[in-house]
C-alpha cells in the first residue's frame, strides 16, 4: 500500500512541474529585474539630455557675431582708456597692458570677420581694423615722443583723436545692428523651441515613470504570485482541501512548492487512510457494543435467575458505559464524515424555535431535579432552511453543557433573537442567533480559542464531576458551518458562559 501511495503521490507532483530550459535563482531575479529599470531609467534620460542639447547648441550666426561685436567694442574702448591713463600717469604697466589689448582687438575682429557672410559686413570690419590702427600708430608715436620729452603734455592731442575711435565704434555697430533683426527672431523661435522642449522634457519623464511603475508591478507580481499561491494552498490544506500548487517560476519558490505539494500529497493520503481507519474502527466497534447492550438486557430481564441488586447495579453501570462509548463512537464517526464532506444535510424550511422547544423542556425535566431554572425568551423568528436532526443534535450539545456545568440552583436561559443586516456578519444579511446562557463555572480566556477543537477540553472542567468527550462542540462547530452560520463564545470564569448560534437569512444550501 505504502509504494503505491508513493507512487501515485510522484505522479501527481511530476504533473504539475513545468519543463523549463534553465534555472534562474530568486536572487539573480532581483538584481536581473533592477538593472533593467535602472537601464531604461539611464536611456530615457540620454533621449532627454539629447533633445536638450540640440536645443542649447545652435549654430546660427547671429547668436555668436553679436557678442563678438560687443567684445571687441569693449577693447577699443579699453584701447583709448589704457592710452589717457598712460600719458596721465607715465606707467610702463599701461604701456605694456596696451599693447596687449591690441592684439587682443587684432585676433578676436578677424575672428569676427570669418564668421560673417555678408561681404559689405566684412567691409565694415576691414574698416574697424583700418582705423584702430591708425588710432594705435598715433598713440605709439606720442608715446615715443614723451619718452623723450617727460615733460611734454599730448593729452588734449589724444583726446583730439577720438574721432577715430568713434569711427571704429560706428563700424561695429553696423555690423550689430545688421544681426540685431535676426538675433530677435532666432531669441523668439528659441523660447517657442524652450517651451517644446519642457513638455517634451515632461512627457519623456512622464512616460518613464509609468514604464518604470509598470515594470515594477510587473517585477513584484513575479515573486509574489507564486508566494499567493502557496498561501491559498496552506488554507486550502487548513480546510482539509489538499490540492497541489501549479509550479510557475524556476527559482527557489519552485523547491518550495514542490515540497509543499509533497507535503500535500503526503497529507491528503494520510487522511484517506484516517478516515478509512476511523470508518472501520467505528463500524466494528458498533456491533460488539450491540451485542454488550443486548447482553445487559438479557440479564436484567432474565426469568429463570433474577439478578441479584447488585448485579443489576453493575450491569446498569456496564450499560451506561456502553451508551457512553456508543455516542462517542457515532460523533466521532459524523465528525470524520464531515471534515471529508461526505455528510448529506436534509434541509428544509423548518421553524427553528418548534424543532428546538421539545429539548428545551426535556432540559427543564433534568434541571428540576437539581434546582436549575431554565428560561426562553423567543423572538418572531422567520423559517430557515435547516437540517432539523443535525440541528437539534447541536442545540442537544449546547444545553447538555449548560447544564452539565452548571451548578446546583443556578440559572440557564435559552434566546432566540432575530438580528438585523450587519456590515460585518453574513456581507450585511439579517441573521438569527440563537444563545445558550449559563451561570456555571466559566471557561478561561486562554481556552475559548481551542474550544471548538477535537478533543479539548477547558482546564477548569476537573471543577465538575461530569466528563466529556471533546467531542460535542467540534461537532456543533461544524454542523453550523455547514449551515452557513457561525459559532461565537463568550465567558468569564466563575460567572458564566454563552453560546451563540447565528444562521444566516437567505442562505442557499447546498444541493
Not at 241 to 255: L, M, R
Not at 432 to 449: F, N, Y
Request: charged share 25%; proline share 5%; hydrophobic share 40%.
Amino acid at each position: 500500500m505504502k509504494d503505491s501511495i508513493e507512487e501515485s503521490g510522484s505522479t501527481s507532483l511530476t504533473t504539475t512541474r513545468p519543463i523549463l530550459p534553465f534555472r534562474v535563482s530568486l536572487f539573480r531575479k532581483i538584481v536581473l529585474s533592477f538593472i533593467g529599470i535602472i537601464f531604461f531609467m539611464l536611456i530615457a534620460g540620454v533621449v532627454l539630455l539629447v533633445h536638450l542639447k540640440s536645443l542649447f547648441s545652435s549654430d546660427q550666426s547671429e547668436f555668436r557675431i553679436v557678442p563678438m561685436t560687443e567684445q571687441v567694442e569693449r577693447l577699443v574702448d579699453s584701447e583709448r582708456e589704457l592710452a589717457l591713463k598712460f600719458f596721465h600717469t607715465r606707467d610702463v604697466y599701461d604701456e605694456e597692458t596696451l599693447l596687449i589689448i591690441a592684439d587682443q582687438f587684432t585676433s578676436d575682429a578677424d575672428s569676427l570677420k570669418r564668421m560673417i557672410e555678408r561681404e559689405d559686413l566684412r567691409a565694415k570690419t576691414d574698416v574697424a581694423l583700418r582705423w584702430n590702427s591708425r588710432y594705435l600708430d598715433f598713440v605709439k608715436s606720442k608715446i615715443l615722443e614723451v619718452k623723450e620729452n617727460p615733460r611734454l603734455n599730448v593729452v588734449p592731442e589724444i583726446e583730439s583723436c577720438d574721432t577715430m575711435v568713434d569711427s571704429v565704434r560706428q563700424a561695429l555697430l553696423d555690423i550689430q545692428h545688421s544681426y540685431i533683426s535676426p538675433l530677435s527672431k532666432s531669441l523668439r523661435r528659441l523660447a517657442q523651441q524652450t517651451s517644446e522642449s519642457i513638455l517634451t522634457a515632461g512627457i519623456i519623464l512622464a512616460i518613464s515613470v509609468v514604464i518604470g511603475v509598470v515594470l515594477a508591478v510587473m517585477m513584484a507580481r513575479g515573486f509574489t504570485r507564486p508566494i499567493q499561491s502557496l498561501k491559498a494552498g496552506t488554507e486550502k490544506v487548513s480546510q482539509g482541501q489538499y490540492e497541489n500548487v501549479p509550479i510557475t517560476s524556476t527559482d527557489e519558490i519552485a523547491d518550495l512548492t514542490k515540497a509543499f505539494n509533497l507535503m500535500s500529497e503526503k497529507l491528503r493520503q494520510l487522511d484517506e487512510m484516517r478516515m478509512e481507519l476511523m470508518s472501520e474502527i467505528s463500524h466494528e466497534m458498533r456491533t460488539p457494543l450491540q451485542v454488550i447492550k443486548a447482553g445487559c438486557y438479557s440479564i436484567v430481564h432474565t426469568k429463570d435467575s433474577p439478578p441479584t441488586p447488585r448485579q443489576r447495579e453493575a450491569v446498569g453501570m456496564i450499560h451506561q458505559a456502553t451508551n457512553r462509548i456508543n455516542q462517542f463512537v457515532n460523533s466521532f464517526l459524523d465528525i470524520a464524515k464531515m471534515e471529508a464532506g461526505l455528510m448529506k444535510f436534509h434541509f428544509e424550511e423548518s421553524d427553528i424555535v418548534e424543532v428546538l422547544t421539545p429539548l428545551i423542556q426535556e432540559g427543564q425535566l433534568i434541571a428540576q431535579s437539581r434546582n436549575i431554572t431554565v428560561e426562553t425568551k423567543a423572538q418572531d423568528i422567520p423559517r430557515l432552511p435547516i437540517d432539523r436532526e443535525r440541528m437539534s443534535q447541536v442545540f442537544s450539545n449546547l444545553l447538555s453543557n449548560a447544564l452539565k456545568y452548571t451548578p446546583d440552583g443556578g440559572s440557564i436561559t435559552v434566546g432566540f433573537h432575530h438580528c438585523p443586516p450587519d456590515a460585518g456578519k453574513f456581507d450585511g444579511k439579517g441573521y438569527v442567533r440563537i444563545d445558550v446562557s449559563d451561570t456555571g463555572v466559566g471557561i478561561p480566556k486562554d481556552d475559548l480559542q481551542k474550544l471548538f477543537n477535537k478533543f479539548f477540553q477547558a482546564k477548569n472542567t476537573p471543577l465538575v464531576n461530569e466528563k466529556g468527550s471533546g467531542l460535542g462542540l467540534a461537532l456543533v462547530k461544524h454542523v453550523t458551518e455547514a449551515h452557513g452560520g457561525k459559532v461565537d463564545v463568550a465567558s468569564e470564569v466563575g460567572k458564566g458562559s454563552t453560546f451563540s448560534i447565528l444562521l444566516p437569512l437567505g442562505h442557499e444550501p447546498p444541493q
